[in-house]
Protein backbone atom coordinates (compact mmCIF):
# COMPACT_ATOMS: atom_id res chain seq x y z
CA UNK A 1 0.00 0.00 0.00
CA UNK A 2 1.24 3.03 -1.12
CA UNK A 3 1.78 6.15 2.07
CA UNK A 4 -1.05 8.24 0.24
CA UNK A 5 -3.46 5.22 0.03
CA UNK A 6 -2.74 4.42 4.11
CA UNK A 7 -3.83 8.33 4.23
CA UNK A 8 -7.18 8.04 2.28
CA UNK A 9 -7.49 5.06 4.39
CA UNK A 10 -7.37 5.84 7.86
CA UNK A 11 -9.41 9.41 6.95
CA UNK A 12 -12.00 6.90 5.64
CA UNK A 13 -11.70 5.09 8.92
CA UNK A 14 -13.47 7.79 10.47
CA UNK A 15 -10.71 9.24 12.84
CA UNK A 16 -10.57 13.15 13.33
CA UNK A 17 -7.77 14.23 12.14
CA UNK A 18 -6.28 17.35 13.17
CA UNK A 19 -3.71 20.03 13.88
CA UNK A 20 -4.06 23.62 11.89
CA UNK A 21 -0.51 24.90 11.11
CA UNK A 22 1.25 22.52 12.54
CA UNK A 23 4.90 21.47 12.16
CA UNK A 24 6.47 18.27 11.26
CA UNK A 25 7.41 16.53 14.45
CA UNK A 26 9.71 13.57 13.75
CA UNK A 27 13.25 14.23 14.50
CA UNK A 28 14.85 11.80 12.32
CA UNK A 29 18.29 11.91 13.62
CA UNK A 30 18.66 8.37 14.01
CA UNK A 31 20.28 7.11 10.98
CA UNK A 32 17.77 4.04 11.37
CA UNK A 33 15.25 6.45 11.30
CA UNK A 34 13.58 7.75 7.55
CA UNK A 35 11.31 10.11 7.66
CA UNK A 36 8.02 9.23 5.47
CA UNK A 37 5.62 12.04 5.53
CA UNK A 38 3.48 12.26 8.10
CA UNK A 39 4.58 9.10 9.63
CA UNK A 40 7.87 7.71 10.03
CA UNK A 41 10.09 4.09 9.46
CA UNK A 42 12.12 2.66 11.86
CA UNK A 43 14.83 0.01 10.47
CA UNK A 44 14.86 -2.43 13.39
CA UNK A 45 18.17 -4.56 12.98
CA UNK A 46 18.98 -2.28 10.51
CA UNK A 47 17.68 -4.09 7.94
CA UNK A 48 13.63 -4.53 8.43
CA UNK A 49 11.72 -1.68 7.40
CA UNK A 50 9.00 -0.80 9.80
CA UNK A 51 5.94 1.82 9.62
CA UNK A 52 6.23 3.04 13.16
CA UNK A 53 3.14 2.47 14.22
CA UNK A 54 2.23 -1.27 15.25
CA UNK A 55 -0.27 -3.17 16.21
CA UNK A 56 -0.46 -5.25 19.87
CA UNK A 57 -2.32 -8.51 19.23
CA UNK A 58 -3.18 -9.76 22.92
CA UNK A 59 -6.28 -8.27 22.82
CA UNK A 60 -7.98 -10.51 20.03
CA UNK A 61 -7.52 -13.68 22.61
CA UNK A 62 -10.55 -14.60 25.02
CA UNK A 63 -11.14 -12.67 28.55
CA UNK A 64 -7.92 -12.84 30.51
CA UNK A 65 -6.04 -13.32 27.40
CA UNK A 66 -7.12 -16.83 27.67
CA UNK A 67 -8.52 -19.04 24.90
CA UNK A 68 -10.47 -18.02 21.97
CA UNK A 69 -12.13 -14.66 21.45
CA UNK A 70 -15.97 -14.77 21.69
CA UNK A 71 -16.32 -13.22 18.30
CA UNK A 72 -13.61 -15.03 15.89
CA UNK A 73 -14.54 -13.67 13.04
CA UNK A 74 -14.26 -10.26 14.67
CA UNK A 75 -10.46 -11.11 15.31
CA UNK A 76 -9.96 -11.77 11.97
CA UNK A 77 -11.24 -9.03 10.41
CA UNK A 78 -9.48 -6.72 13.16
CA UNK A 79 -6.52 -8.55 11.96
CA UNK A 80 -7.04 -8.43 8.32
CA UNK A 81 -7.83 -4.40 8.76
CA UNK A 82 -4.57 -3.84 10.41
CA UNK A 83 -2.31 -5.28 7.47
CA UNK A 84 -4.95 -2.98 5.55
CA UNK A 85 -4.13 0.35 7.00
CA UNK A 86 -0.19 -0.20 6.38
CA UNK A 87 0.81 -1.72 9.90
CA UNK A 88 4.18 -4.02 8.85
CA UNK A 89 4.55 -4.37 13.32
CA UNK A 90 2.12 -7.19 14.69
CA UNK A 91 3.63 -8.04 17.96
CA UNK A 92 2.27 -11.17 19.49
CA UNK A 93 3.33 -14.59 21.93
CA UNK A 94 3.18 -17.75 22.55
CA UNK A 95 1.60 -16.48 25.66
CA UNK A 96 -1.34 -14.65 24.80
CA UNK A 97 -4.42 -17.11 24.44
CA UNK A 98 -1.83 -19.23 25.08
CA UNK A 99 -1.46 -20.01 21.17
CA UNK A 100 -4.47 -18.46 19.99
CA UNK A 101 -2.98 -15.14 19.19
CA UNK A 102 -0.43 -16.37 17.17
CA UNK A 103 -2.83 -18.90 15.49
CA UNK A 104 -5.36 -16.41 14.64
CA UNK A 105 -2.07 -13.86 12.92
CA UNK A 106 -2.02 -17.32 10.75
CA UNK A 107 -5.31 -17.74 10.04
CA UNK A 108 -6.53 -13.95 8.79
CA UNK A 109 -2.82 -12.93 6.92
CA UNK A 110 -0.96 -16.52 5.85
CA UNK A 111 0.85 -16.04 3.06
CA UNK A 112 1.72 -13.08 4.72
CA UNK A 113 2.41 -9.99 2.65
CA UNK A 114 6.24 -9.48 1.90
CA UNK A 115 7.09 -6.79 4.62
CA UNK A 116 4.77 -7.88 7.32
CA UNK A 117 7.33 -8.36 10.40
CA UNK A 118 5.65 -10.62 13.38
CA UNK A 119 7.56 -9.96 16.68
CA UNK A 120 6.30 -13.17 18.84
CA UNK A 121 7.92 -14.08 22.13
CA UNK A 122 8.41 -16.78 24.53
CA UNK A 123 9.70 -17.28 28.08
CA UNK A 124 6.16 -16.74 30.28
CA UNK A 125 4.14 -19.07 30.58
CA UNK A 126 0.36 -19.40 31.48
CA UNK A 127 -1.15 -21.54 34.14
CA UNK A 128 -4.51 -20.10 33.97
CA UNK A 129 -6.47 -16.65 32.65
CA UNK A 130 -4.49 -13.55 33.99
CA UNK A 131 -1.34 -16.01 35.36
CA UNK A 132 2.16 -15.47 33.91
CA UNK A 133 4.67 -17.23 35.34
CA UNK A 134 8.37 -17.24 33.51
CA UNK A 135 10.50 -19.93 32.53
CA UNK A 136 13.58 -19.00 30.98
CA UNK A 137 15.20 -22.73 30.88
CA UNK A 138 17.08 -23.07 27.43
CA UNK A 139 15.12 -26.47 26.57
CA UNK A 140 12.12 -24.61 27.20
CA UNK A 141 12.94 -21.91 24.88
CA UNK A 142 14.10 -23.80 22.12
CA UNK A 143 10.80 -25.83 22.36
CA UNK A 144 9.09 -22.37 22.49
CA UNK A 145 10.75 -20.87 19.15
CA UNK A 146 10.37 -24.40 17.46
CA UNK A 147 6.08 -24.41 18.38
CA UNK A 148 5.86 -20.03 17.48
CA UNK A 149 7.12 -21.00 13.76
CA UNK A 150 4.54 -24.20 13.56
CA UNK A 151 1.71 -21.87 14.56
CA UNK A 152 2.67 -19.04 13.05
CA UNK A 153 3.41 -20.95 9.49
CA UNK A 154 7.15 -19.35 9.45
CA UNK A 155 10.48 -21.03 8.55
CA UNK A 156 11.89 -18.11 10.44
CA UNK A 157 10.67 -15.47 13.03
CA UNK A 158 12.17 -11.83 12.05
CA UNK A 159 11.65 -10.41 15.58
CA UNK A 160 12.17 -13.23 18.96
CA UNK A 161 11.56 -11.84 22.49
CA UNK A 162 12.66 -12.82 25.60
CA UNK A 163 9.52 -12.10 27.59
CA UNK A 164 10.97 -11.84 30.87
CA UNK A 165 14.01 -12.49 32.25
CA UNK A 166 13.39 -15.37 34.79
CA UNK A 167 15.17 -14.73 37.92
CA UNK A 168 15.53 -18.52 38.49
CA UNK A 169 17.49 -18.78 35.58
CA UNK A 170 21.07 -17.15 34.42
CA UNK A 171 20.13 -14.51 31.33
CA UNK A 172 22.66 -15.97 29.49
CA UNK A 173 21.86 -19.45 29.75
CA UNK A 174 18.28 -18.65 28.17
CA UNK A 175 19.83 -15.67 26.00
CA UNK A 176 22.08 -18.85 24.57
CA UNK A 177 19.09 -20.70 23.77
CA UNK A 178 17.78 -18.75 21.49
CA UNK A 179 21.36 -17.74 20.17
CA UNK A 180 21.54 -21.24 18.85
CA UNK A 181 17.75 -21.14 17.29
CA UNK A 182 19.57 -17.63 15.42
CA UNK A 183 22.22 -19.36 14.40
CA UNK A 184 19.97 -22.57 12.91
CA UNK A 185 18.31 -19.68 11.19
CA UNK A 186 14.77 -20.20 12.90
CA UNK A 187 15.36 -16.60 14.27
CA UNK A 188 16.43 -13.18 12.57
CA UNK A 189 16.75 -10.85 15.27
CA UNK A 190 15.79 -10.78 18.82
CA UNK A 191 15.12 -8.73 21.49
CA UNK A 192 14.14 -8.44 25.44
CA UNK A 193 11.14 -7.53 27.35
CA UNK A 194 10.64 -5.31 30.71
CA UNK A 195 14.88 -4.19 31.12
CA UNK A 196 16.81 -2.16 32.75
CA UNK A 197 19.62 -0.54 30.74
CA UNK A 198 22.17 -3.08 32.96
CA UNK A 199 20.26 -6.22 31.53
CA UNK A 200 20.40 -4.43 28.14
CA UNK A 201 24.05 -4.65 28.55
CA UNK A 202 24.26 -7.70 30.32
CA UNK A 203 22.45 -8.99 27.18
CA UNK A 204 24.49 -7.83 24.43
CA UNK A 205 27.61 -9.79 25.70
CA UNK A 206 25.58 -12.58 24.80
CA UNK A 207 23.95 -11.80 21.40
CA UNK A 208 22.85 -8.78 19.86
CA UNK A 209 19.67 -7.40 20.58
CA UNK A 210 17.56 -5.23 18.57
CA UNK A 211 14.49 -4.16 20.67
CA UNK A 212 13.37 -4.02 23.69
CA UNK A 213 9.67 -4.33 24.83
CA UNK A 214 8.93 -2.11 28.18
CA UNK A 215 5.45 -0.83 29.96
CA UNK A 216 5.30 2.87 28.67
CA UNK A 217 3.08 5.57 28.18
CA UNK A 218 2.63 9.34 28.24
CA UNK A 219 1.33 8.73 32.45
CA UNK A 220 3.51 6.10 33.06
CA UNK A 221 7.34 6.90 32.39
CA UNK A 222 9.18 4.39 34.57
CA UNK A 223 11.33 3.04 32.02
CA UNK A 224 13.04 6.63 30.87
CA UNK A 225 16.44 5.27 31.80
CA UNK A 226 15.86 2.36 29.49
CA UNK A 227 14.43 4.41 26.87
CA UNK A 228 17.29 6.44 26.65
CA UNK A 229 20.12 3.65 26.45
CA UNK A 230 17.75 2.86 23.36
CA UNK A 231 17.78 6.18 21.90
CA UNK A 232 21.77 5.98 22.11
CA UNK A 233 22.30 2.36 20.83
CA UNK A 234 19.47 2.90 18.11
CA UNK A 235 17.62 0.06 19.60
CA UNK A 236 13.76 -0.06 19.03
CA UNK A 237 11.90 0.93 21.72
CA UNK A 238 8.18 -0.91 21.88
CA UNK A 239 6.29 0.55 24.64
CA UNK A 240 3.37 -2.22 25.40
CA UNK A 241 0.61 -0.51 27.28
CA UNK A 242 0.70 2.97 25.34
CA UNK A 243 -2.56 3.92 25.73
CA UNK A 244 -2.72 2.49 29.34
CA UNK A 245 -3.54 -1.05 28.89
CA UNK A 246 -6.43 -1.54 31.00
CA UNK A 247 -6.94 0.99 33.45
CA UNK A 248 -6.68 3.32 29.97
CA UNK A 249 -5.67 6.74 30.37
CA UNK A 250 -7.59 8.50 33.14
CA UNK A 251 -6.55 11.81 32.71
CA UNK A 252 -8.88 14.94 32.76
CA UNK A 253 -6.58 17.47 31.91
CA UNK A 254 -5.00 15.52 28.85
CA UNK A 255 -9.15 14.36 27.98
CA UNK A 256 -9.59 18.52 27.44
CA UNK A 257 -6.53 19.12 26.15
CA UNK A 258 -7.42 16.19 22.90
CA UNK A 259 -10.24 18.01 22.58
CA UNK A 260 -8.56 21.51 21.94
CA UNK A 261 -6.31 19.11 18.95
CA UNK A 262 -10.11 17.95 18.14
CA UNK A 263 -8.53 14.36 18.88
CA UNK A 264 -9.12 11.68 21.21
CA UNK A 265 -6.85 11.37 24.42
CA UNK A 266 -5.52 7.80 22.82
CA UNK A 267 -5.10 9.58 19.31
CA UNK A 268 -2.98 12.19 21.75
CA UNK A 269 -0.81 9.50 23.84
CA UNK A 270 0.00 7.83 20.39
CA UNK A 271 1.20 10.97 18.57
CA UNK A 272 2.86 12.02 21.90
CA UNK A 273 4.82 8.27 22.12
CA UNK A 274 5.66 9.06 18.15
CA UNK A 275 6.89 12.61 19.08
CA UNK A 276 8.84 11.63 22.04
CA UNK A 277 11.33 9.66 20.42
CA UNK A 278 11.90 8.30 16.69
CA UNK A 279 13.18 4.74 18.25
CA UNK A 280 9.45 4.33 19.63
CA UNK A 281 7.62 1.96 17.85
CA UNK A 282 3.86 1.80 19.96
CA UNK A 283 1.53 -1.41 19.70
CA UNK A 284 -1.52 -0.51 20.74
CA UNK A 285 -3.58 -3.42 21.33
CA UNK A 286 -7.48 -3.13 20.48
CA UNK A 287 -10.29 -6.35 19.84
CA UNK A 288 -12.22 -3.74 17.53
CA UNK A 289 -11.99 -2.26 13.94
CA UNK A 290 -13.52 1.03 15.33
CA UNK A 291 -10.22 1.43 17.84
CA UNK A 292 -8.04 0.19 15.47
CA UNK A 293 -8.65 3.07 12.77
CA UNK A 294 -8.69 5.65 15.54
CA UNK A 295 -5.39 4.77 16.94
CA UNK A 296 -3.81 4.21 13.32
CA UNK A 297 -5.25 8.12 12.56
CA UNK A 298 -3.10 9.03 15.38
CA UNK A 299 -0.09 9.27 13.47
CA UNK A 300 -1.29 12.32 11.76
CA UNK A 301 -2.09 14.23 14.69
CA UNK A 302 0.91 17.12 14.32
CA UNK A 303 0.99 19.83 17.19
CA UNK A 304 3.74 22.71 17.34
CA UNK A 305 6.67 22.50 19.95
CA UNK A 306 4.67 24.90 21.63
CA UNK A 307 1.25 22.85 21.90
CA UNK A 308 3.38 19.45 22.60
CA UNK A 309 4.79 21.47 25.42
CA UNK A 310 1.35 22.06 27.08
CA UNK A 311 1.01 18.73 26.78
CA UNK A 312 3.98 17.51 28.88
CA UNK A 313 3.38 19.65 31.17
CA UNK A 314 -0.17 18.31 31.10
CA UNK A 315 0.75 15.00 31.42
CA UNK A 316 3.27 15.40 34.25
N1 LIG B 1 6.05 -7.39 26.84
C1 LIG B 1 5.08 -7.45 27.73
O1 LIG B 1 5.28 -7.87 28.87
C2 LIG B 1 3.70 -7.01 27.33
C3 LIG B 1 2.70 -6.85 28.32
C4 LIG B 1 1.44 -6.43 27.91
C5 LIG B 1 1.20 -6.16 26.56
N2 LIG B 1 2.18 -6.34 25.63
C6 LIG B 1 1.99 -6.02 24.19
O2 LIG B 1 1.61 -4.67 24.09
C7 LIG B 1 0.39 -4.54 23.38
C8 LIG B 1 -0.39 -3.36 23.92
O3 LIG B 1 -0.58 -3.46 25.34
P1 LIG B 1 -2.00 -3.57 26.02
O4 LIG B 1 -2.95 -4.24 25.12
O5 LIG B 1 -1.80 -4.10 27.38
O6 LIG B 1 -2.39 -2.07 26.26
P2 LIG B 1 -2.92 -0.84 25.37
O7 LIG B 1 -2.65 -1.08 23.93
O8 LIG B 1 -2.38 0.36 26.01
O9 LIG B 1 -4.48 -0.86 25.67
C9 LIG B 1 -5.36 -1.81 25.19
C10 LIG B 1 -6.72 -1.53 25.81
O10 LIG B 1 -7.20 -0.28 25.33
C11 LIG B 1 -8.47 -0.45 24.71
N3 LIG B 1 -8.47 0.41 23.51
C12 LIG B 1 -7.73 0.27 22.39
N4 LIG B 1 -7.97 1.26 21.52
C13 LIG B 1 -8.91 2.04 22.10
C14 LIG B 1 -9.59 3.21 21.69
N5 LIG B 1 -9.34 3.80 20.52
N6 LIG B 1 -10.49 3.76 22.54
C15 LIG B 1 -10.75 3.19 23.74
N7 LIG B 1 -10.15 2.08 24.19
C16 LIG B 1 -9.23 1.50 23.37
C17 LIG B 1 -8.58 -1.91 24.37
O11 LIG B 1 -9.92 -2.32 24.45
P3 LIG B 1 -10.75 -2.71 23.11
O12 LIG B 1 -10.34 -4.11 22.77
O13 LIG B 1 -12.17 -2.59 23.57
O14 LIG B 1 -10.39 -1.72 22.06
C18 LIG B 1 -7.75 -2.56 25.47
O15 LIG B 1 -8.53 -2.79 26.62
C19 LIG B 1 -0.29 -5.90 23.59
O16 LIG B 1 -1.24 -6.16 22.57
C20 LIG B 1 0.88 -6.83 23.53
O17 LIG B 1 1.22 -7.09 22.17
C21 LIG B 1 3.42 -6.74 26.02
Known amino acids: MTRRKFL ?13 GSTMIFAANSPAVTELGTSSVFRLGGDLPLNRLGFGAMRITGEG ?4 PADRGNALKVLRRVVE ?27 YPKDLVIATKGGLTRPGPGQWVPNGRPEYLTQCVEKSLKRLLLERIDLYQLHRIDPKVPMEESLGALKKMQEAGKIRHIGLSEVSPA ?3 RARKVLPIVSVQNQYNIGNRRWEKTLTYCEKERLGFMPWS ?7 LKDN ?6 KDYHASVVQLALAWLLHRSPVILPIPGTSSVAHLEENMAAAKLKLTAEEWKRVDTLAS
Open 253 to 258: ALEAAA
Open 242 to 248: PIGGNRG
Open 85 to 111: LGVNLIDTADAYGPETSELLIAEALHP
Open 199 to 201: EID
Open 65 to 68: IWGW
Open 8 to 20: DTTLAGGATLIAG
